[in-house]
């Protein structure tokens, strides 16, 4: 039995899964339903029990999900295999970031941590909408009509930077002291891509300033985006200052966009802010 990274005290539960197809097909949806606790589909009444397809990616779905508390960790024993990409269906009960993390273990005790980055990859229930790295993948209200709440959970779809190696588990961690995790299905498949629709895959490891411009670069989208020109007024290199320079004429993000180039010592933010004037 393996732990999660610094897990320390943390409460560690050991599950077992069973797979629902073939250790190799191309898409094998995990049956959570014996370790999860009951009670989603009185919060998401449409959701009917069986194999539900979120952007042609199926999940086996029921009235369950796993509930990761805080300062919990949850050990995932999946059926040994390789693949490409391991998708994700959940919701956090609360906001926080950052708030916790998955992560990958091989067989060769390798570890790969995916973390969980509310208004990035997760968001609380309450707060539908477009992530730039997860995608609505249904909605619901909750409550009587006078006074109804929008619902939602999503769909993460992450890279596995170790596709020949064997997947043993998924270890899910919650390092925030409010925010719950709620994990409702997981799919593995040996379908190789960037994006799925128009949200891209969360790629583990990823160079920070990279993961910050493809969160500016997400169309029809704000979420996340004025934190991510802050983050690039600290790490941001002449890289980004294109990227930048064009949020200096978009009303929600011009303030931060010139905040971060102004704090760049580099010529071209200069020049990017100079050429802004007539716009702003």
Same mark, same amino acid.
């Given at each position: ?7 320390? +005290? ?5 599950? /077992? ?7 190799? /097909? ?36 029921g ?31 609360? %906001? ?12 060769? =005790? ?23 790295? %997860?995608?609505?993948?249904?909605? !619901?209200?909750?409550? +009587? ?18 596709? !020949? ?5 998924i ?9 719950v ?46 934190q991510?020109? =802050? ?13 930048? +320079? ?13 905040? %971060? ?7 071209? %933010?200069g020049a990017?802010?100079?050429d +802004?004037?007539?716009?702003?």
């Amino acid at each position: 039995m393996r732990t999660f990274r610094n897990a320390g +005290a943390w409460k560690l539960f050991v599950i /077992a899964l069973m797979p629902m197809m073939p250790a190799h /097909a191309e898409s094998q949806p995990l049956d959570l339903a014996a370790i999860s606790e009951p009670g989603l589909r009185a919060c998401f009444a449409a959701i009917e029990p069986g194999q539900l397809e979120v952007d042609g990616i199926p999940f086996l779905v029921g009235d369950e999900r796993i509930r990761v508390k805080p300062g919990e960790s949850r050990h995932i024993d999946v059926p040994s295999r390789t693949c490409r990409t391991v998708h994700f269906l959940h919701f956090t009960e609360h %906001a926080g970031d950052p708030i916790g993390a998955y992560a990958f273990v091989f067989a060769s =005790e390798d570890q790969v941590e995916v973390p969980l980055r509310c208004g990035l990859n997760i968001q609380d229930w309450w707060k539908p909408g477009v992530l730039p790295f %997860a995608a609505q993948a249904r909605s !619901d209200i909750l409550g +009587a009509a006078e006074h109804p709440q929008p619902i939602a959970f999503w769909r993460l779809s992450v890279h596995n930077p170790q596709p !020949d190696a064997q997947l043993e588990a998924i270890e899910v961690c919650n390092t925030h002291d409010l925010a719950v995790i709620n994990l409702i299905a997981i799919t593995v498949d040996d379908v190789a891509r960037d994006t799925i629709g128009d949200v891209p895959l969360w790629v583990p490891g990823m160079d920070e300033e990279r993961f910050l411009l493809a969160v500016l670069r997400q169309p029809d989208t704000q979420a996340g985006k004025a934190q991510a020109c =802050e983050e690039l007024r600290i790490i941001g290199t002449v890289a980004c200052v294109p990227t930048l +320079a064009e949020l200096l004429s978009d009303q929600p993000l011009s303030h931060a966009a010139r905040l %971060a180039l102004e704090a760049m010592p580099y010529p071209e %933010a200069g020049a990017a802010l100079r050429d +802004a004037l007539p716009l702003v």
